[in-house]
């Protein structure tokens, strides 16, 4: 399944906008059977996306409602960077102060810092409403 955008509406309906509106409101109604309602809250969430781009006020059409499917996927990716971290610490302590114990403890500050901004940005973009990927 797929959201063919034409030429014009590249801006509102974005990729990221299209799989959102795939995975989280078509495909359950489509799982559950319920292909009509499916079809329907999709193109209610595409019209109300080309009414956001343009300043268009609509009535009569139903506010999308989003079932994120992936909620977990960020807490997934920060226990990741956690076992790493703890990893190269470990190793750290192991090898004792020199030259790769400070190379070490530089690149657990840069990893640290990275995923905070990671956490920051993925918040950001679930307040937004994009999807992951």
Known sequence: MRIEV???????????????????????????????DGIEK???????????????T???????VYQDQQGGSIWVLLFIFCILYLSFLAVAVVAGE????????L??????????VAVVLAEAADLVGLEEG
């Open 6 to 36: 034409g030429y014009g509406l590249e801006g509102a309906i974005t990729d990221a906008y299209s799989s959102r509106i795939i995975n989280t409101i078509m495909t359950p109604e489509f799982k559950e059977g319920h292909f009509s």
């Open 42 to 56: 999709g193109t209610a969430a595409i019209v109300t996306l080309i009414a956001k781009e343009y300043n268009v």
């Open 58 to 64: 609509l009535t009569g059409v139903p506010e999308p």
């Open 98 to 105: 020199g030259c790769f114990y400070r190379s070490v403890i």
């Open 107 to 116: 690149w657990e500050v840069m990893v640290v810092e990275d995923l905070a």
